[in-house]
């Protein structure tokens, strides 16, 4: 009831690949790299520019248009005098 030896684990590697099919593992594999990829994008800073290692703190833009045609501004409250 120890830890599984290194044929154990190739005995289950082959299993797997029986029954899943090289291919679809290595879509599998590509989805996933992909995945990891973009969540590490999406974690970038977007102020910040490349090659920057010390990264100021700049004024937004007031007004960014994303890809996807959607406009991001930024509210501001009317004072009423």
Same mark, same amino acid.
């Given at each position: 009831m120890?830890?599984?030896?290194?044929?154990?684990?190739?005995i289950?590697?082959?299993?797997?690949?029986?029954?899943?099919?090289?291919?679809?593992?290595? %879509?599998i594999? +590509?989805?996933?790299?992909?995945?990891?990829?973009?969540f590490?994008? @999406?974690?970038? =800073?977007?102020? /910040? *520019? !490349?090659?920057?290692? %010390?990264?100021? +703190?700049?004024?937004?833009?007031a007004?960014?248009?994303?890809s996807? @045609?959607?406009? =991001?501004?930024? /509210? *501001? !409250?009317?004072?009423?005098?």
């Amino acid at each position: 009831m120890g830890s599984f030896s290194i044929w154990h684990w190739l005995i289950v590697l082959v299993i797997v690949a029986l029954i899943f099919g090289t291919k679809k593992i290595r %879509n599998i594999g +590509a989805d996933l790299g992909g995945a990891v990829k973009g969540f590490k994008e @999406g974690m970038k =800073d977007p102020n /910040a *520019k !490349e090659g920057d290692a %010390n990264p100021t +703190a700049e004024a937004a833009p007031a007004q960014r248009v994303a890809s996807n @045609g959607t406009v =991001d501004v930024q /509210a *501001k !409250e009317k004072s009423s005098i």
